[in-house]
């Protein structure tokens, strides 16, 4: 693990601060839609911007794993991995990244516990939107939630998502884009993968795009941190 540093609960009045993005107050003035894409099958349910940050402010952040990547570093992205200490165990994660895509195609942001005999998500971007995929034990059903279409191609975007208790929040260029409740919390083992994953045999869903950086955050309640 590369470096740690809290966020203090009073940085998520702008969250911008904190994505490395836009603090504009326009970005969270407008309840997310439920709109096709973003109505999660199953009955999960969809949180509004307002209950997302909300949300958000009960929890502090600490970075457990901090890496860049330019051409030079390209081949160690394919075989990027953080395993998965007791640390990030309960599933309470967040991963930061600045990631440009080049066409539509899937591209696999990140990925933990795909590997491992029990739950597990991925992050991906496909067809211009991010993707949030999961599975709540080793040989469950693979669920996604899909935001609008928000990010570009051939072009830098910060992607964030956000894994707290039941809430996820998909955060893109610093405006909330989705947020839903899954219902249950989820515990992984494994490894988190950075740039390509492993659900398929022979797809790795990795060279279509690119990540110029990415932060590994572990996510806890305020009540229970303890500043040092």
């Not at 958000?56 to 890496?67: G, N, P, Q, T």
């Not at 040989?139 to 990010?151: L, R």
């Amino acid at each position: 693990m590369n470096k740690k540093y809290l966020i203090p609960a009073v940085a998520l009045a702008t969250f911008g601060v904190i994505a490395g993005c836009s603090s504009n107050s326009d970005d969270f003035s407008s309840p997310v839609s439920a709109g096709d894409k973003q109505v999660p099958s199953e009955g999960i349910a969809v949180v509004n911007v307002q209950d997302a940050k909300a949300h958000m402010a009960l929890y502090r952040r600490s970075v457990v794993d901090s890496r860049q990547f330019d051409a030079s570093t390209s081949e160690e992205l394919e075989n990027a991995s953080v395993t998965i200490d007791s640390t990030l165990e309960n599933g309470n994660i967040a991963v930061n990244a600045d990631v440009t895509v080049k066409d539509d195609s899937t591209y696999t942001v990140a990925s933990a516990g795909v590997d491992g005999d029990g739950a597990a998500w991925i992050v991906q971007v496909e067809n211009g939107a991010v993707v949030y995929s999961w599975r709540d034990k080793a040989k469950g059903k693979w669920k996604k939630f899909e935001t609008d279409k928000v990010c570009d191609k051939n072009k830098l975007n910060n992607i964030r998502v956000e894994h707290a208790e039941s809430v996820v929040v998909i955060v893109v260029n610093g405006k909330i884009e989705g947020a839903f409740r899954n219902g249950a919390e989820i515990s992984v083992k494994g490894k988190i993968t950075i740039g390509f994953d492993k659900k398929e045999s022979g797809k790795c869903h990795c060279k279509n795009g690119k990540i110029d950086q990415i932060d590994v955050e572990v996510v806890k309640d305020i009540k229970d941190t303890v500043e040092s």
